[in-house]
Nanobody, 117 residues
Framework: VQLQASGGGLVQAGGSLRLSCAAS????????MGWYRQAPGKQRELVAT???????NYADFVKGRFTISRGNIKNTAYLQMNNLKPEDTAVYYC????????????WGQGTQVTVSS
C-alpha cells in the first residue's frame, strides 16, 4: 500500500489550502484516514481523522478551521484548511489504517505547508 499526499505550499496567514491523500495498492477500504503534522523541533501530532463511516475527529487547534473528508474514489481523503496561521507551518503527513484480523498503518511521504505572517 502506498500513500500519496499532495497540495501543500506557501500561503499567507488567513489563506487556504487543500491537501489530498490517495492510498493505492489495497483491495480493502481503509478504516481510518487522517492527517498528522510535524513542525521543526516538535513531535508529530494528530490534526484530524475520518473513518470509513464518516466519523471525524479534530485536534482542538484546528476545530472550526480545518475540515477532513473522504473522496468518492476509494481510499482518498482531503483536508481543507482555512484561516491558516503561521503556527500551522509544518510537514503534513497522511496516514491510513486498515483493520482486519490485524491492524496495519500506512504513512505518506509528507507535504510541506508554510504559512507566512
Amino acid at each position: 500500500v502506498q500513500l500519496q499526499a499532495s497540495g501543500g505550499g506557501l500561503v499567507q496567514a488567513g489563506g487556504s489550502l487543500r491537501l489530498s491523500c490517495a492510498a493505492s495498492g489495497s483491495v480493502f477500504v481503509m478504516n481510518v484516514m487522517g492527517w498528522y503534522r510535524q513542525a521543526p523541533g516538535k513531535q508529530r501530532e494528530l490534526v484530524a481523522t475520518i473513518t470509513s463511516g464518516g466519523y471525524t475527529n479534530y485536534a482542538d487547534f484546528v476545530k472550526g478551521r480545518f475540515t477532513i473528508s473522504r473522496g468518492n474514489i476509494k481510499n482518498t481523503a482531503y483536508l481543507q484548511m482555512n484561516n491558516l496561521k503561521p503556527e500551522d507551518t509544518a510537514v503534513y503527513y497522511c496516514k491510513a489504517v486498515r483493520v482486519l484480523r490485524d491492524v496495519a498503518d500506512y504513512w505518506g511521504q509528507g507535504t510541506q505547508v508554510t504559512v507566512s505572517s
